[in-house]
């Protein structure tokens, strides 16, 4: 029942901006946390950044400082907004919604070329 769909990625140069957006239905937003991880070939899905039902928000100390995750709960909607991107962030990001049982969205493809 739980959907999430992210857009926004792309191919970007080392140095640019991107800005991932993730809508989701099926479930009280508000009330959930939310987070952004990222999958490279090869290795294992980490998380990148989170934020909680109040709007409290952890990074991943390789994205400190350069993304920010935001919440708007009106339009149901996560953002990760990612700066000084470089070819290491080149990915799969997903977002995910949820406490005990977590739900993915399908993910969108970051490439950094350098």
């Known amino acids: 029942q739980v959907q999430l769909v992210e857009s926004g990625g792309g191919l970007v140069q080392a140095g640019g901006s991107l800005r991932l957006s993730c809508a989701a239905s099926?479930?009280?937003?508000?009330?959930?946390?939310l987070g952004w991880y990222r999958q490279a070939p090869g290795k294992q899905r980490e998380l990148v950044a989170g934020?909680?039902?109040?709007?409290?928000?952890n990074y991943a100390d390789s994205a400190k400082g350069r993304f920010t995750i935001s919440r708007d709960n009106v339009k149901n909607t996560v953002y990760l907004q990612m700066n000084s991107l470089k070819p290491e962030d080149t990915a799969v990001y997903f977002c995910?919604?949820?406490?005990?049982?977590?739900?993915w969205g399908q993910g969108t493809q970051v490439t950094v070329s350098s």
């Open positions: 099926g479930i009280i937003f508000s009330l959930n946390p």
């Open positions: 934020i909680s039902s109040t709007g409290s928000t």
């Open positions: 995910a919604i949820g406490r005990g049982r977590i739900s």
